[in-house]
């Protein structure tokens, strides 16, 4: 049967496609509007921006939710790439308990989770604020690391390593120089998704901030519930604007590679 | 690699033990709160466990648990809509991304192999852009003289600005579309795993196009679809963000209500009560969902 689009499928594809991005661009133009009423449009500016680089509450909510996110992020692919090594081992005792505790959290609603960290947090007497938030996004995180880096795993193969280990390399040495390089594009790949959902959240930093730590999104909602305000519009486009070009840089990248593979690949299909 | 080696034992102690501390424990903590009664303390609520009194300590501690919290959540109506209302708006907009979802996934599958990682790329991008920012973009258009009323108005469709802002349909336009590419992503992934030789044969049989759809492709995208559907609806029964910014305020989801009761009226023990309750609501779904990876995980090898 003909690969390829019919009508129908190019116009559900695109219609799929504005639906998702025409949204955002409306916001992303609308931080250019000059114009001080926010549905009005008054030609182009980019007077918010400058205001932005007045308004002192939000540089510092940004430079917390940064922080935050580079901690939290450089932790969870630690502890979430360690998870995903341990996962290969197909039995040992709790692995049942380890991949429910790994999965539940990709789907479990933020308040428990946020309500449950808070209340342990208290319980054990740590005062809620930076370091908190950054413990609990490494949480969450790092069950997304691990579920990434997994499924770059099962596509590892092992003779590669069992070869190392026959030639008398030890296993950390091993893990580091065959394994890892070659789970390489998914570590990275899980890093970014950390730091991103680290930069996004709101509901879990709400219950686990406290005096002094207010993240960039706990600014954003505080200024959204009274409105749309044309600064908050530009912040918004800053934010996504960076997410956007950085995931796109490491797809490509991880395309790069893949892209040897198959080359590889292709290359080995035509000898046999 | 030897399994029994100290270094693969600590490599998985060291995430083992992070989710017992950060994510089993606090459950187990929730559900202790629960049991607790307000108190104006801090912190705000009693019994609290006392080590250093021991034995007798325990004891007080176990006769000041009750389930009083649960008896108040059974007792008031305000409670039971909530938890309603959020299952139900999960379960219609889970729907509507089906329907909406369903169409897309499937030209994504059938797009020249050359495009597919673009397209997949282009879904995955707003999904890696902040929810709250995706939620605030919607305000925007939705608001009274926003762009949507103004287009409407425009093509001569309404007369009058429409009040979307507040409303449920306004909810469930927030949860579609931020949650759509959770949607369309398992989707895609069932439906381009089809082996086409499949439909070739149907058609070479004689077999219409409709027909081979429905009853080659659509059973084959049965574990895309429930994927997609627990990826999107578990979540969404505590969703709080959308609800909060475009939600009107007399009937609250159950994430809301959790909400106010923890930050508006300071009372833990309730909070933890309701969400004991919705975490049981939601535990079949979450073990099923968990059975459906691990299925996913082995079938990929």
Same mark, same amino acid.
């Given at each position: ?6 009508t ?8 799929g ?21 926010v549905?009005v ?45 341990a ?32 209340l ?6 740590i ?60 570590i990275?790949?899980?890093w970014?998704?950390?730091f ?26 505080s ?5 749309? &305000? ?15 070009l950085?995931?796109?840089?490491a797809?490509?990248?991880? &395309? ?17 | ?10 490599l ?21 709160? =629960? ?12 019994p609290?466990?006392?080590? =250093? ?7 007080d ?8 919290n ?38 994504? =599958? ?12 282009? %879904?995955?991008?707003?999904?890696? /852009?902040?929810?709250?920012?995706? %939620? ?36 469930? %336009? ?40 429905w ?9 895309? %679809? ?33 909400? /106010? ?26 073990l ?11 079938e990929?090898?």
């Open positions: 049967m003909k690969r390829g689009l019919s129908f499928n190019v116009v559900a594809v695109a219609l496609l504005a639906f998702l991005y025409l949204p955002i661009t409306i916001l992303m133009l609308y931080s250019f509007n000059a114009s001080h009423l549905t449009w008054g030609g182009w500016s980019l007077q918010w921006y400058g205001e932005l680089l007045h308004d002192q509450a939000l540089l510092e909510a940004a430079w917390v939710s940064l922080r935050i996110g580079l901690i939290s992020a450089t932790a969870a692919t630690i502890l979430g790439t360690l998870g995903a090594l996962l290969r081992n197909k039995r040992f005792r709790g692995r049942l308990l380890f991949s429910g505790m790994v999965y539940a959290p990709l789907v479990m609603p933020e308040v428990i989770t946020g309500l449950s960290l808070l342990l947090f208290v319980a054990v007497g005062d809620r604020g930076f370091w908190t938030i950054a413990l609990a996004h490494t949480t969450l995180t790092m069950c997304f690391v691990t579920v990434i880096v997994q499924s770059r795993l099962l596509t590892v193969d092992r003779s590669l390593e069992e070869a190392a280990v026959d030639l008398g390399c030890p296993p950390w040495k091993t893990l580091l120089t065959v394994t890892l390089p070659l789970i390489a594009p998914a990275v790949a899980g970014m998704l950390a991103s959902l680290s930069l996004d959240d709101l509901v879990i930093a709400s219950f686990t901030t406290g005096p002094g730590a207010t993240t960039l999104p706990l600014r954003i909602y200024e959204a519930r009274l409105g749309v &305000k044309p600064e908050i519009n530009a912040i918004c486009t800053i934010v996504v604007a960076v997410v956007a950085a995931t796109v840089a797809s490509l990248a991880a &395309k790069r590679t893949s892209l040897e593979d198959e080359h590889e690949r292709d290359a080995l299909a035509a000898q046999v | 690699m030897s399994d029994r080696s100290w270094t693969t034992r600590l998985i102690l060291a995430p083992y033990l992070w989710l017992v501390a950060l994510f089993l424990v606090p459950f187990l903590i929730v559900f202790k709160i =629960s049991l607790s009664q307000t108190a104006l303390a801090q912190p705000p609520y009693l609290v466990f006392d080590v =250093s009194a021991g034995l007798s300590g325990a004891v501690f176990l006769g000041g648990l009750s389930a009083d649960y008896r108040l959540l059974g007792s008031d109506t305000i409670y039971i809509f909530s938890y309603l209302k959020s299952l139900q708006i999960a379960a219609v907009s889970t729907a509507i991304m089906l329907v909406i979802g369903y169409p897309v996934a499937y030209g994504m =599958s059938r797009a020249r192999r050359a495009w597919q990682p673009l397209l997949v790329m282009l %879904i995955i991008l707003p999904f890696w /852009t902040s929810f709250l920012i995706r %939620i605030y973009a919607w305000i925007n258009i939705l608001q009274r003289d926003g762009l949507l009323n103004q287009v409407l108005m425009a093509l001569g469709i309404i007369d009058e600005p429409v009040a979307w802002l507040a409303s449920d349909t306004a909810i469930y %336009i927030g949860i579609v579309y931020s949650y759509l590419p959770f949607m369309v992503l398992p989707l895609y992934a069932a439906l381009e795993k089809i082996d086409y030789t499949l439909l070739e044969a149907a058609a070479d049989l004689g077999c219409p196009r409709w027909k081979s759809f009853l080659v492709t659509f059973p084959l995208s049965f574990p895309g %679809i429930a994927a997609g559907f627990l990826l999107c609806f578990i979540p969404i029964v505590g969703e709080f963000v959308a609800p909060d910014l475009l939600g009107g305020s007399e009937t609250l989801m159950i994430g809301q209500t959790l909400w /106010t009761e923890f930050f508006s009226n300071k009372d833990w023990p309730a909070a933890s009560a309701i969400a004991v309750v919705l975490l049981t609501l939601l535990l079949a779904p979450i099923f969902y968990e059975r459906l990876q691990q299925r996913a995980l082995t990929n090898r």
